[in-house]
């Protein structure tokens, strides 16, 4: 005899899964309901640095406040770094695995303070050029750098920067 004669598929349409006893959807259909589920790893676990590529040593706002530190004030970046390390050092455990999760920590931040820095310095050039020219200077700016690329970006703004620079004197 089955221990659940009538079980039933969920009713959401494209949901194989079963519906929960005595109810016409399954337990994922009816968080609304029920509530989230406390899924997912424990805080501070960081199992995840295993595969390097979907971690997150920091959450998105601690990543942009570090961003907007360090733009505003670059003199400050050797101790924003260290911080963030102190920060994963206990729960990491040991030297490698700190490590991995700083060379992941930095891979996130670079794009962040690289756009950053590109619309910043991008203003400032405008700034310079006549005001009938910043759009289409902006627009032509904008289609001429990398995308895939916020460090390229910003170098390209640079060396550009440089060689009008170089023509104005």
């Known amino acids: 005899m089955p221990r659940n004669p009538n079980k039933i598929h969920c009713q959401v349409p494209g949901c194989r899964a079963w519906a929960m006893r005595g109810h016409?959807?399954?337990?994922?259909?009816?968080?609304?309901?029920?509530?989230?589920?406390?899924a997912g790893a424990p805080r501070g676990n960081?199992?995840?640095l295993k595969h390097g590529r979907h971690s997150h040593p920091l959450p998105p706002p601690d990543l942009e406040h570090i961003a907007r530190h360090v733009i505003q004030q670059p003199d400050d970046l050797p101790l924003q770094i260290?911080?963030?390390?102190?920060?994963?050092?206990?729960?990491?455990?040991?030297?490698?695995?700190?490590?991995?999760a700083l060379r992941r920590l930095l891979s996130q931040l670079i794009p962040i303070v690289a756009n950053s820095l590109f619309t910043s310095e991008l203003q400032a050039l405008l700034q310079h050029l006549p005001t009938p020219m910043r759009r289409q200077a902006q627009t032509l700016i904008q289609k001429?750098?990398?995308r895939d690329s916020p460090e390229k970006k910003?170098?390209?703004l640079r060396k550009l920067?440089?060689?009008?620079?170089?023509?104005?004197?």
């Open 82 to 100: 260290g911080l963030a390390v102190q920060s994963l050092q206990p729960r990491a455990g040991d030297p490698l695995m700190t490590l991995i």
């Open 154 to 156: 910003v170098l390209l």
């Open 24 to 38: 016409t959807r399954c337990r994922a259909h009816r968080d609304a309901e029920l509530g989230p589920r406390g």
């Open 46 to 48: 960081l199992n995840a």
């Open 144 to 146: 001429s750098v990398p």
């Open 161 to 169: 920067e440089k060689q009008l620079m170089e023509q104005n004197n």
